[in-house]
């Protein structure tokens, strides 16, 4: 088998403009950049208001493992198959971080004969959105250090400044800094840090705003501190929210690519889905809605976290309606999930497969509580035995949900059909979709219900400054938000280690951070950085180009 990478390049991929055919777009709709990508306009998405919306289809999955879920890779095999069985589909995912990339993750544009191309354009700069979301944030970042410096006008504390600096890239001496030293001349000295950009609040606001006015006043939310007695101050008390909408008038644009069989896809955004809200732009999924009878979209990691915060957080403030969720599982992951070691995957083990499918059942259980009809989509590899298959089937039946084999890894979109199909039914049986939690609910307690009731923890651990933050957030107005939940994939603990389904243990929250522009709280629980590392042995080490000027090891 060829490599993702190898297959892409060999993709047969059609002008953009026959993929904006597709959506029924003329050339007056969208802006190219270059052949094979482009991006809608602001008055096309205008125009499309009140059409009828598509269904809604989300795509999650269990706790990732290093054996490999296909979360990506199903979400693209699921759209180009609903193609071939007559539906009109338009995929929607989020945009890669090169802070991944050239990490330990890799790219996320898919994988073997279901992916997204132009697949190393998508990840590096791609149509540079992330790289606007990065300059207006850090803009905002220098107009707070020059207010001060400038005499300090809304008397800004400098010790409460809670507005970081931001890069796209994996760093972790810069998670604490000091900035302003070597004299009057560079500032006020004071204490900061930065995090990477797919955790900024300026890239969870471009992916929640409906349009460059919802943006403008959603920046201008922006809390970035407290003055000296206490009172908040925000981006629009400094004058950056339309400096900041400048630099991202253009990203705010859904961007329009193909998948291998030359069918439409939305790639817009890109928070991550451990400390953001992991989702990509309302923008694109409306849009898509209203240009497609099925969208397929994809929501971060394990569904946990992803399908969690897609549900409570963007479905919540879009007014988005699902229609049904699947959810993706491997033999090797659930093998993994009950006690077996990488290197053993290979071989047969009914019992541990039976043992890690725990996990799945969780959450196919917490998928439920949400109203959604669920559908199990298992991501076939070579190595999987019959009797594994089977026991896999046989559990999912027993809790009353259809386990669906799938081969698009290796056959693309016809590999995929089987669960096109199934997904169609239950998307057209209806749904009853509704979010955990109401808005009304205290802050804290939102917090302690998605830990008891989708994670399955025994206690939460609130430090005493932490609840009088929240109650401080809650008096302020604030407490109708709903809670971003910033902890460890993994696991539905805020150990990493602990597989399976564990119950009982404690989830400490260790932090919280008010994104009134986005409009929501976050949550850092346990270990978790808002600031990756590179590991030991980052996958910068096999990235280069060929003597053709080919990228190499990107995968």
């Known amino acids: 088998m060829k490599s993702d990478i190898q297959i892409a390049r060999e993709a047969q991929k059609l002008p953009i403009a026959q993929i904006a055919g597709r959506l029924g777009l003329a050339e007056a709709d969208f802006l190219p950049y270059g052949h094979d990508k482009a991006k809608i306009a602001h008055e096309t998405i205008a125009a499309l208001a009140g059409r009828p919306q598509g269904r809604l289809i989300l795509v999650t999955a269990i706790n990732p493992t290093p054996a490999g879920e296909g979360k990506t890779t199903t979400t693209v095999g699921l759209g180009d198959a609903l193609n071939r069985i007559g539906k009109r589909a338009t995929v929607c995912i989020r945009e890669a971080s090169l802070g991944p990339n050239f990490g330990m993750k890799g790219g996320a544009a898919g994988g073997g004969h279901a992916q997204i191309v132009p697949m190393e354009d998508m990840n590096l700069h791609f149509t540079g959105d992330f790289h606007a979301v990065t300059s207006a944030h850090n803009l905002l970042a220098a107009m707070i250090d020059n207010h001060i410096h400038w005499g300090n006008a809304l008397r800004i504390d400098p010790r409460r400044v809670t507005w970081r600096r931001v ?121 898509a809605l209203a240009l497609s009878d099925y969208v397929v979209t994809e929501a971060g990691f394990g569904a946990d976290l992803g399908a969690e915060k897609f549900l409570n957080i963007k479905c919540r403030l879009a007014g988005l309606q699902p229609a049904a969720a699947v959810l993706v599982a491997t033999v090797r992951a659930l093998k993994m999930n009950g006690g077996v070691a990488r290197t053993d995957l290979g071989a047969e083990n009914v019992a541990a497969l039976r043992a890690g499918c725990a996990n799945l059942g969780r959450h196919i259980q917490n998928l439920r509580r949400f109203g959604l009809p669920v559908v199990v989509a298992i991501n076939h590899f070579s190595g999987d035995t019959e009797a594994e298959i089977a026991a896999l089937a046989d559990y999912c039946r027993e809790r009353g949900v259809q386990a669906v084999l799938c081969r698009h890894w290796a056959e693309g979109g016809k590999g995929a059909e089987d669960l096109a199909r199934a997904v169609v039914a239950l998307a057209e049986g209806g749904a009853d979709f509704t979010p955990l939690y109401p808005d009304e609910m205290p802050l804290a307690e939102k917090i302690e219900t998605i830990c008891h009731r989708i994670y399955g923890a025994g206690q939460v651990e609130f430090l005493p400054h932490i609840v009088e933050r929240l109650e401080e957030w809650q008096a302020a107005g604030h407490g109708h938000l709903p809670v971003c939940m910033a902890k460890t994939q993994y696991s539905f603990s805020a150990n990493p280690a602990a597989l399976g389904a564990p119950e009982g243990f404690t989830i400490p929250v260790r932090e919280v951070r008010l994104a009134a522009g986005a409009g929501f709280v976050v949550a850092i629980c346990g270990d978790i950085m808002t600031m990756p590392g590179l590991p030991r042995e980052p996958s910068a080490l096999r990235i280069g180009v060929d003597a053709d000027g080919h990228v190499q090891g990107l995968f």
């Open 167 to 287: 890069m796209d890239m994996n760093d972790r001496v810069l998670r604490q800094v000091v900035v302003a030293l070597g004299g009057p001349a560079n500032g006020v000295p004071r204490e900061c840090g930065f995090d990477i950009t797919v955790a900024s609040e300026v890239m969870a606001i471009l992916c929640l705003a409906s349009d460059l006015a919802d943006l403008q006043a959603r920046l201008g939310r922006i809390v970035i501190g407290q003055t000296f007695d206490r009172r908040p101050v925000t981006a629009h008390d400094l004058g950056a929210e339309g400096a900041m909408t400048v630099l991202l008038r253009d990203a705010l644009q859904p961007n329009l690519v193909q998948t291998l069989e030359n069918n439409p896809a939305l790639v817009h955004g890109g928070p991550f889905a451990n400390i953001a809200h992991g989702c990509n732009s309302v923008m694109a999924t409306r849009t």
